[in-house]
């Protein structure tokens, strides 16, 4: 039977079983995509290639359908630094063509992101996404969008009759504001409404079939996926996806005995408005002195200049009008350090995924409250896209509603957009609070061969200082979105507004309270951010005025929250009286014209007389606990070769008796890390090894003695013998604790 067929066969039957009743579907599908060789998305650092595997990347979709309305609504979080709008295009289309239109279009799906920055990049349509990432990858893309069908398919298999229940809570030790000059330039009475300049608050729902079994949970905090930052080499999901991975193994532990055999519960740690949250909890200070960083610019000055930083990857340092004009505070001394020891981030991302985790774990136990009540509109949703860069505001803070009082911008990057955050320092010669010219000559002139903005342009964008004018450039592709998406969902008593883009604290919480205003008494309102396309920043007409780095990143100009604000209310008002809403105009489609400059797989080389999968460096023969890691390497080939998708490059096993072996740790597990690395020579041919790291104390399961081995798994491509796939095993070896 056709999936469409069997989609309207399987609604009828439990429609007439179930009648007022709600369906439920969950699915999780690998997204990870190439593990070397591709540049990251999210720090904009075109040398930050992937060398291996931290945490695998996966796309999680939640299928929610109720008898009445025709169509279900389709929630899908990915372990990735965004959504883009080449993918939900994309990604519309291969649902629609397996389920058929009547079921699937723009209006009833939403692609959210954890915003890790540690993912594989190049899946973009507008060039500037795409430039770091050495352009279009189209591995990267296709290991996205077939994974998210895939997911998407497991859910509606999965689809059964269910409930939905929710809690919610604070967790305040997970995050805290990176920002904080610019929360502080919104009006005090508006300050005043809150305890905290970030977010605490933790909304979970929590899935449950009607034959009791539990199926899943899905929960929105707001917090940077930047614990792993920008010297890390490894694929990673970061905090989130570590969170997610924790309470995922909990469950399947449970319900199985072994996390690694299997087991269908799913659970999304989603984001929020997180534009200005960083997990980097002991906040940023200079590296060399330990003083504080300047709270506007976020440098660091000790009056004394070094030019030799990169811009784009060419060197400056050899120009005199760069050495004259240079500014000597420096925001690469300004850094921000999660809970970890020493800065170490991977224990600070274990540390703020644990404390997800530990949470999620709390309003999962208590959650008991029905989401959807006796009279509530079960599902319903609504869409709409928008073209951002001329829209008319008709209010804003101080000026009298109604009256028209200003208008969005053609796209646009400030100065402090260079200077980067203090989760990720930016170029040198850029410091954040840019709002004059003075003393970056240099980069003006570059800035005005790119493209010249209008006077109306400058004007518009006031008090940014334009430093690339993107809405003005579309050669060979262009630059910035210009027609974006809008978008609610509603579960019952709950609204998911579907953020396009990096909402910080106080633009969130305008959102949400001019939504409140005008939903029915007892309504919840999330915000899932970074849904559908990315946009960069939006903060507050204050928040915009001093130009830090969120100011500068909000594209369409200082009235860019109050255009949103209206668009999520007009949206609003259709769902609550049932109106119908025009699409919109379409944005543009451009995957057939997107390019890359990725060096294909060359063929892989070997020593004399050894084989892939060949041990390289054997394991000992006895561990201890207080040994820590297990290191071990094999000969082996191009991991881009075969991206294994939903498998694996490594095994643990623990021996149970002559010859049987039990899985305990893949690559996916926190307990274990794949590192490609090439061996060093003087002469070619040189060969590569994959080294595998396994923690033998987790510090989520402990340490359990017995005899263990390690396995590899690849793919070798030779001039001769062509593409094949190999396997290696260590020598069992023993673990004492």
């Known amino acids: 039977m056709e999936?469409?067929?069997?989609?309207?066969?399987?609604?009828?039957?439990?429609?007439?079983?179930?009648?007022?009743?709600?369906?439920?579907?969950?699915?999780?599908?690998?997204?990870?995509?190439?593990?070397?060789?591709?540049?990251?998305?999210?720090?904009?650092?075109?040398?930050?290639?992937?060398?291996?595997?931290?945490?695998?990347?996966?796309?999680?979709?939640?299928?929610?359908?109720?008898?009445?309305?025709?169509?279900?609504?389709?929630?899908?979080?990915?372990?990735?630094?965004?959504?883009?709008?080449?993918?939900?295009?994309?990604?519309?289309?291969?649902?629609?063509?397996?389920?058929?239109?009547?079921?699937?279009?723009?209006?009833?799906?939403?692609?959210?992101?954890?915003?890790?920055?540690?993912?594989?990049?190049?899946?973009?349509?507008?060039?500037?996404?795409?430039?770091?990432?050495?352009?279009?990858?189209?591995?990267?893309?296709?290991?996205?969008?077939?994974?998210?069908?895939?997911?998407?398919?497991?859910?509606?298999?999965?689809?059964?009759?269910?409930?939905?229940?929710?809690?919610?809570?604070?967790?305040?030790?997970?995050?805290?504001?990176?920002?904080?000059?610019?929360?502080?330039?919104?009006?005090?009475?508006?300050?005043?409404?809150?305890?905290?300049?970030?977010?605490?608050?933790?909304?979970?729902?929590?899935?449950?079939?009607?034959?009791g079994r539990e199926l899943g949970l899905l929960n929105w905090f707001a917090v940077h996926g930047t614990s792993m930052n920008k010297t890390n080499r490894l694929v990673s999901s970061d905090n989130k996806g570590l969170a997610e991975l924790l309470f995922e193994r909990w469950m399947n532990d449970a319900n199985t005995g072994n996390a690694v055999k299997g087991g269908n519960f799913v659970a999304a740690f989603a984001q929020a408005n997180e534009g200005d949250v960083s997990p980097n909890t002991r906040g940023a200070r200079c590296v060399d002195t330990g003083a504080p960083c300047d709270p506007l610019t976020s440098a660091c000055s000790d009056g004394k200049v070094r030019i030799t930083k990169l811009f784009f990857g060419f060197a400056i340092s050899c120009l005199p009008i760069v050495k004259k004009h240079f500014n000597i505070e420096q925001v690469q001394k300004c850094i921000a350090f999660g809970p970890g020891v020493n800065g170490d981030m991977f224990e600070s991302t274990r540390l703020i995924a644990q404390r997800q985790f530990e949470m999620s774990k709390e309003l999962y136990a208590k959650a008991n409250r029905d989401l959807i009540g006796e009279?509530?509109?079960?599902?319903?949703?609504?869409?709409?896209?928008?073209?951002?860069?001329?829209?008319?505001?008709?209010?804003?803070?101080?000026?009298?509603?109604?009256?028209?009082?200003?208008?969005?911008?053609?796209?646009?990057?400030?100065?402090?957009?260079?200077?980067?955050?203090?989760?990720?320092?930016?170029?040198?010669g850029f410091t954040q609070g840019k709002r004059m010219l003075n003393g970056t000559t240099f980069w003006g002139l570059l800035s005005l061969l790119l493209a010249r903005p209008s006077k109306d342009m400058v004007e518009c964008h006031a008090p940014k200082p334009i430093l690339i004018p993107t809405g003005l450039m579309n050669y060979p592709l262009p630059w910035h979105p210009s027609i974006v998406e809008t978008q609610i969902f509603r579960i019952g008593r709950l609204v998911i507004v579907g953020l396009p883009g990096e909402f910080t604290t106080m633009a969130g919480r305008r959102i949400v309270r001019a939504l409140s205003q005008i939903l029915p008494k007892g309504s919840i309102i999330t915000l899932a951010g970074l849904s559908n396309l990315y946009?960069?920043?939006?903060?507050?007409?204050?928040?915009?005025?001093?130009?830090?780095?969120?100011?500068?990143?909000?594209?369409?100009?200082?009235?860019?929250?109050?255009?949103?604000?209206?668009?999520?209310?007009?949206?609003?008002?259709?769902?609550?009286?049932?109106?119908?809403?025009?699409?919109?105009?379409?944005?543009?489609?451009?995957?057939?014209?997107?390019?890359?400059?990725?060096?294909?797989?060359?063929?892989?080389?070997?020593?004399?007389?050894?084989?892939?999968?060949?041990?390289?460096?054997?394991?000992?023969?006895?561990?201890?606990?207080?040994?820590?890691?297990?290191?071990?390497?094999?000969?082996?080939?191009?991991?881009?070769?075969?991206?294994?998708?939903?498998?694996?490059?490594?095994?643990?096993?623990?021996?149970?008796?002559?010859?049987?072996?039990?899985?305990?740790?893949?690559?996916?597990d926190w307990e274990t890390r794949f590192i490609w690395k090439r061996v060093p020579g003087f002469l070619p041919p040189w060969f590569h090894v994959a080294e595998i790291q396994w923690t033998i104390d987790s510090p989520f399961r402990g340490c359990h003695p017995g005899i263990y081995r390690i396995r590899h798994f690849g793919t070798a491509k030779e001039f001769l013998f062509g593409m094949y796939d190999f396997h290696g095993e260590t020598e069992a070896f023993k673990v004492f604790c």
């Open 375 to 428: 009279n509530d509109v079960v599902v319903d949703f609504r869409h709409q896209f928008v073209d951002m860069t001329n829209v008319n505001v008709t209010y804003e803070p101080g000026e009298q509603k109604g009256v028209p009082t200003g208008r969005t911008c053609i796209p646009a990057l400030g100065y402090s957009f260079a200077a980067g955050t203090t989760d990720g320092p930016g170029i040198s």
């Open 3 to 211: 999936p469409k067929s069997f989609l309207s066969f399987f609604f009828a039957v439990y429609f007439f079983l179930n009648a007022h009743g709600l369906l439920v579907g969950l699915g999780k599908y690998d997204i990870t995509g190439p593990v070397t060789s591709v540049n990251f998305m999210g720090y904009a650092n075109p040398f930050q290639t992937g060398q291996g595997l931290h945490l695998r990347l996966y796309s999680r979709a939640f299928l929610i359908k109720s008898s009445f309305t025709g169509k279900p609504i389709l929630f899908i979080n990915l372990d990735a630094g965004m959504s883009s709008q080449l993918l939900k295009s994309h990604v519309v289309r291969l649902l629609q063509e397996s389920f058929g239109a009547d079921v699937f279009d723009h209006q009833n799906v939403m692609i959210s992101a954890t915003h890790t920055h540690s993912g594989p990049g190049g899946f973009f349509q507008y060039l500037l996404f795409d430039i770091t990432s050495w352009g279009f990858s189209n591995p990267t893309f296709e290991a996205m969008t077939s994974g998210i069908l895939q997911s998407v398919k497991l859910a509606y298999q999965s689809l059964t009759p269910g409930r939905i229940f929710y809690a919610s809570g604070d967790l305040l030790n997970a995050s805290i504001n990176r920002s904080p000059l610019s929360y502080q330039q919104n009006p005090e009475e508006e300050r005043n409404l809150y305890l905290h300049d970030v977010d605490r608050e933790m909304l979970l729902l929590k899935f449950v079939a009607n034959d």
């Open 535 to 668: 946009t960069h920043y939006v903060t507050t007409f204050e928040e915009y005025q001093i130009q830090r780095y969120e100011g500068a990143s909000t594209i369409f100009g200082p009235h860019t929250l109050q255009a949103y604000v209206e668009q999520f209310v007009k949206l609003t008002k259709a769902m609550i009286r049932n109106k119908s809403l025009p699409p919109g105009p379409q944005p543009p489609f451009l995957l057939e014209h997107l390019f890359g400059f990725f060096l294909p797989t060359f063929y892989d080389t070997r020593p004399p007389f050894r084989k892939f999968g060949s041990i390289w460096k054997p394991p000992k023969n006895i561990y201890n606990k207080s040994d820590g890691i297990v290191v071990v390497s094999f000969i082996t080939g191009d991991p881009r070769n075969n991206l294994h998708t939903n498998s694996t490059f490594l095994t643990v096993e623990k021996q149970l008796k002559l010859d049987q072996w039990e899985v305990v740790y893949t690559d996916a």
